[in-house]
């Protein structure tokens, strides 16, 4: 089974003296959420179900300075931090067991400058917060493909999304921050304050320092797009796969698409398409003639859109508190073998609502160099996700054994992984997300986290 994390060299606080959680209290204008609050389960449930971790005490902080009494807090009682943005990570790494968690799920501000195309967030926003905001101006920057994600989980571990190919990634559209770091100092950083740190945190995760506030360049987009997914047989599955493989690289940056074996709401497994094109919508049905063209589809749901639809598409696929695990990595190439695998491996899929999903990094997001951020993995290639899913506790371990199969197969064709898709067993394959960034990311960590007091979060370790 799966190990949880150790607490290391911080202390064991199951709970924390109560005159010590009131002394902060008086300090922080946010909530302090101890065991038996009202709301102390609610928050500390994130979007995995397998994770059941009790922090002592959680910060929900309201300003800056709240974070930074929780951190000094933190030290002073030598307690592990936990930093929960949007709650997504597939690892549960935004809740620690015995520690701090620091929630920013009351910090959602959002300020829009429609002017020079920028638009400043609090940690705590989700993507469906900012797209809405910024599409009051017919804006946008590359973000997740479920909504429900935190802004800044995923944009510090890179970002990808719809308009990856067009736009770069999530952080290749950040231009600042503002963070509070290890020993409780606030920090901006942009490319030329603290320009380690910066290139450090466009992709380097959580490592660094407790994030406050990002801000993104927009640029317009729609309202309105066109997307949604074509549904196959699988008795068509491989030649919809192959087809995919090919056609997928020969498109222009405004066409993204996505693959995915799914199974419909009433359990019948299917291959599915999904284009979504962001170019002039008169020429939408022309771009995916070829898609339409080459097999007939079950059902095609795919048409005009507005942009925030779009990025609500997947949510209803991606359910809160049920139970996960997780396996990913990038391929070079989708061979007829590896498609071959897959198609077996789904044959046993113990739950029908397990999606495997497919995408291609193509267009901007590769063309930028991979030493310029942290986020490295950039080169033209497949995503493959293995996301199970489940309801049932005592179908964990035929789950998780059916994952690690089929993943054990793949891997030896996987060429490296993407950070934000890393679980909680995968921390091996952490310098495969990085490649030869990974060595400068531990120089920087050792500069300002030395004591690796950030670590609940894929981590890097200081040199
Ligand atoms: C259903 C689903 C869909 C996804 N789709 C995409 C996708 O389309 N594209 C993509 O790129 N990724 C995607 N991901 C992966 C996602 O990027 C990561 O799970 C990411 O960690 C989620 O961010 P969060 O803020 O919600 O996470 P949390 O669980 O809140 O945080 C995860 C980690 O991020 C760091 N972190 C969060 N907030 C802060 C902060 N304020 N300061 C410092 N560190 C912080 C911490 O290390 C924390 O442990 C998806 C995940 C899920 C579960």
Redesign the pocket.
Known sequence: MITEPTNGNFAEAIAIDGTLVEELRKKVTGNILSPGHDHYDSTRA???GMIDRKPAVIVQCKNTEDVVHAIRFAREHNLKV?????????A???VCDAGVMID?SLMKKITVDPINKTATAE?GT?WNELDAATQEFGLATTG???SE??????T??????WLMSMLGS?SDNLLSAE?VTATGEIIHTDKDNHPDLFWAIRGG???F????SLTFRLHPIGPMVTGGMLLYPMELAKQVMQFYREFVPTTPDELVIFAGFICTPDGIPVCALLPSWFGPQEEAEKILAPIRAFASPIADLVGPLPYTQLQKFLDAA?PKGIRRYWKSGFFSELSDELIDIQIQHLQTRPSPITPVLFFYLKGEITRINPADTAFSNRQQHWDIDIITQWTDPTEDEKNIRWTRNFWNEIQPYSNGV?V??LDRDDAARLSSAYGENYLRLRKIKTQYDPENF?C??NNIVPS
């Open positions: 994130v979007w995995n936990s930093i929960r943005g949007g709650g997504h990570n597939i549960g790494n935004a920013f940690a989700i997740g493909t479920v994600t935190g802004i800044t989980g995923l510090l571990g890179g970002g990808i999304g999530a963070l995760g959580g490592n320092g407790v994030i406050v991606a993407y934000n898709h950030f609940m979060n």
